[in-house]
């Protein structure tokens, strides 16, 4: 078995000034075996962690679609920005990577006593409020996207945990875990105890029986993103 935090970012993301040594650093402290990076727009910084050799990386990118943002991983070329939900889930699934919903219901309370939906013919139909909630929640979206993040540690209210786990249960959909670090301290705040695996293919089927768990981040982490980005500084790894 190996522990895995499957979504966070590094000094290579325009609101975060993690150097790569200090990703290493931390994912050892914490005891993690594996970390998806996941920067804005972006693979180079994971390049460059995986193949630096010091700590086992899945590479990945945090995608700003047109509808929101959706995680690509096992990527092997970046996918542009702005392009929409679909065409970016095209493109991940075109070159072998998987596809996940990260904070899939936002950073604002959600209850899980809400409707969520219902299943027909095979397809998950989401109810309005959920579209409200993310643009990505469509019933097209959620029939071709690969995972749903289940828990992220970025996401302040407890009620919205609650509801992302509903959701992702209602979905039927692997549930991932991360994160969403922007800074070092905050690694390994939520992760994913699941089987090894080798490939992007393997990978889902390990996760699909895996076990999710986490903590919230202090509400403060958020200035610290804000500091990052009026503060912008070069990677120096």
Not at 77 to 101: K, M, S
Not at 190 to 205: E, G, I, K, P, T
Request: proline share 3%; glycine share 8%; with cysteine.
């Amino acid at each position: 078995m190996i522990s895995a935090d499957l979504h966070l970012h590094t000094c290579y993301s325009h609101d975060c000034a993690t150097q790569l040594k200090d990703v290493v650093r931390r994912c050892r402290e914490a005891g993690l075996d594996c970390v998806a990076v996941t920067d804005h727009n972006t693979i180079a910084g994971a390049l460059r962690l995986r193949d630096s050799g010091e700590f086992r990386v899945i590479v990945g990118e945090e995608i700003s679609t047109g509808e929101g943002e959706m995680l690509g991983l096992f990527l092997t070329e970046a996918i542009p920005r702005g392009l929409t939900a679909l065409d970016t889930i095209e493109r991940v699934q075109a070159q072998g990577g998987l596809t996940c919903i990260p904070h899939p219901l936002g950073r604002r309370p959600f209850f899980s006593s809400g409707e969520m939906g219902f299943r027909c013919d095979g397809r998950f139909k989401p109810a309005p409020g959920l579209k409200h909630a993310n643009k990505l929640l469509t019933e097209d979206v959620l029939a071709r996207v690969d995972m749903l993040e289940a828990i992220n540690s970025r996401t302040p209210f407890s009620s919205t945990w609650d509801a992302m786990r509903r959701l992702v249960e209602v979905c039927g959909l692997p549930a991932t875990a991360g994160s969403d670090a922007h800074s070092a301290q905050e690694i390994g705040h939520a992760r994913v105890v699941m089987d090894d695996f080798h490939d992007a293919q393997s990978f889902l089927a390990a996760i699909r029986d895996g076990q999710v768990s986490g903590s919230r981040s202090s509400h403060l982490v958020h200035f610290q993103s804000i500091r990052a980005r009026l503060r912008r500084r070069a990677c120096s790894d």
